[in-house]
């Protein structure tokens, strides 16, 4: 069997022989899931800070600056939006996990298709990674509070249909 599996064939051939031959598959949905959960914070971050900077006349010129940032200069513009020092200091911790992860995870794990994997070290890898994926996933979750408690944006709750967030120098 070859690794990666090449189409849905080989993967459930994969999936179906001993738990050796699982672990890569295992161990690479993880790291899936984990980059994911990256990509998912990095949306959300360059979403509300064009919510939040860009107006209809400089839209443009706000949203090719955005895109063209880091994850680093996204937390940066988010300080000087006014987000207390906590905040930010939350966020700086969470933007040096994710140059962590993005830029030295594979110092600090084998890769999938490495024959040293056992069961207990994969699932020990893969606990790991699921907390870093927790944390990636809170911070995403909950960024627009920073925002709304520094002022940039107002919050109205729906009740059961949700809520509306809207900058708050909307004119």
Request: aromatic share 10%; with cysteine; net charge negative.
């Amino acid at each position: 069997m070859s690794f990666p599996p090449e189409d849905y064939d080989s993967l459930r051939v994969l999936l179906e022989e001993s738990v050796e031959d699982r672990l890569p598959v295992v161990l690479t949905l993880q790291i899936g899931r984990l980059f994911c959960s990256i990509s998912l914070l990095e949306t959300t971050t360059y979403g509300l800070l064009v919510s939040a900077l860009a107006r209809e006349k400089n839209f443009r010129e706000v949203l090719l600056t955005l895109e063209r940032s880091t994850f680093g200069q996204l937390v940066s513009k988010i300080e000087k939006t006014g987000v207390s020092n906590k905040g930010t200091n939350y966020l700086k911790s969470i933007r040096d996990l994710r140059n962590h992860v993005v830029h030295g995870l594979f110092r600090e794990i084998p890769f999938p298709g490495d024959p040293k994997l056992d069961e207990q070290r994969v699932s020990a890898i893969v606990s790991r990674l699921e907390k870093y994926q927790a944390h990636f996933g809170f911070a995403e979750r909950n960024l627009w509070r920073l925002m709304v408690r520094a002022g940039v944006f107002e919050f109205v709750d729906l009740g059961e249909s949700g809520y509306v967030l809207y900058p708050t120098d909307i004119d």
